[in-house]
């Protein structure tokens, strides 16, 4: 359908078909499916038509994107049946993720089409033109970063997978948001895949099993209270929510410090190396 569907490919590649092979997963392979997955922020659904061209009818999906000229077009592909796919666009019916009502409206949908289980993984591709605003493009996108997550939060089962494109991260918000999926998820990773352009920002944040205790229901809680916030906030020009998480808390937490500082530290060697 489009070059997102090679980013998908790619991604799924490099993590070793955590995403595709999820049924083959120790904590999920006990189960004869069907496998669920969400696709959030995704028209026209290239990443679905990966997942789906790969698995076919054995990964059952439910879209949620924009109403706009983006909408889903699965119906056109000529690789896969859209019949294992469903699209939801919320109470709103605009399919807008950082609408707090639209998100409690795809949540209990999914929760009722998974017998109260949610998926078992989700992906998110958030975006939206902001020609002529590319130094701004994190902070415009901030609100779909949150919400992406927070649906993520609400609707991924335990021991499921993440994936979800960030731009730059250079604020506090961003810093603080990533530092709260690090605690929700045994493990994250922030990639770029080849096929995604590399003069533009556009990279994803992979979160891999997602923990069940109560640090996770606390920031799922959290989550929705700063969408809500930002959703009242929307029109404002003059407040805006800057920081998540204060930064003494995630420099005091050694262990995120210590892997992010690896992970750049590579990256540096890498650059010189080239
Ligand atoms: C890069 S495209 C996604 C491509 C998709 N992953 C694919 O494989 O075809 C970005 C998508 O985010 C959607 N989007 C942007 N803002 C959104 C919002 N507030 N709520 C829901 N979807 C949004 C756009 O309408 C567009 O469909």
Redesign the pocket.
């Known amino acids: 359908?489009?070059?997102?569907?090679l980013?998908?490919a790619n991604i799924d590649a490099s993590t070793n078909f955590m995403f595709s092979n999820i049924d083959k997963d120790e904590n999920h392979c006990r189960l004869k499916g069907p496998f669920y997955f969400a696709?959030?922020?995704?028209?026209?659904?290239?990443?679905?038509?990966?997942i789906l061209w790969r698995k076919s009818w054995v990964f059952k999906g439910f879209g949620?994107?924009?109403r706009?000229?983006?909408?889903?077009q699965l119906y056109n592909s000529c690789c896969i049946s859209p019949q294992s796919f469903q699209a939801f666009y919320g109470t709103q019916k605009?399919?807008?993720?950082?609408?707090p009502d639209?998100i409690l409206d795809f949540k209990s949908k999914v929760l009722f089409s998974t017998r109260g289980e949610g998926v078992h993984f989700m992906?998110?591709?958030?975006?939206?033109c902001v020609d002529g605003y590319e130094n701004f493009q994190e902070v415009l996108?901030k609100?779909?970063y949150l919400?992406q997550c927070l649906v993520a939060l609400e609707i991924v089962r335990s021991h499921g997978h993440f994936v979800t494109?960030l731009f730059d991260v250079f604020t506090r918000f961003s810093v603080g948001l990533i530092y709260l999926m690090y605690k929700c998820f045994k493990k994250v990773t922030i990639l770029k895949p080849n096929s995604s352009r590399p003069a533009n920002a556009e990279r994803y944040l992979i979160c891999n099993d997602l923990q069940s205790n109560g640090d996770v229901e606390n920031i799922r809680i959290y989550l929705r209270l700063i969408a809500e916030k930002m959703w009242k906030l929307k029109d404002e020009e003059q407040t805006d929510v800057l920081e998540i998480v204060p930064l003494d808390i995630i420099k005091s937490d050694i262990e995120f410090l210590i892997s992010s500082e690896v992970v750049i530290t590579e990256l540096v060697s890498l650059k010189l190396w080239l």
């Open positions: 359908m489009n070059r997102a569907a980013k998908l696709d959030v922020c995704a028209g026209p659904g290239g990443f679905s038509e990966y949620f994107t924009l706009d000229e983006n909408d889903f605009d399919g807008n993720v950082c609408c639209n992906t998110s591709d958030g975006g939206f996108s609100n779909i919400c494109k």
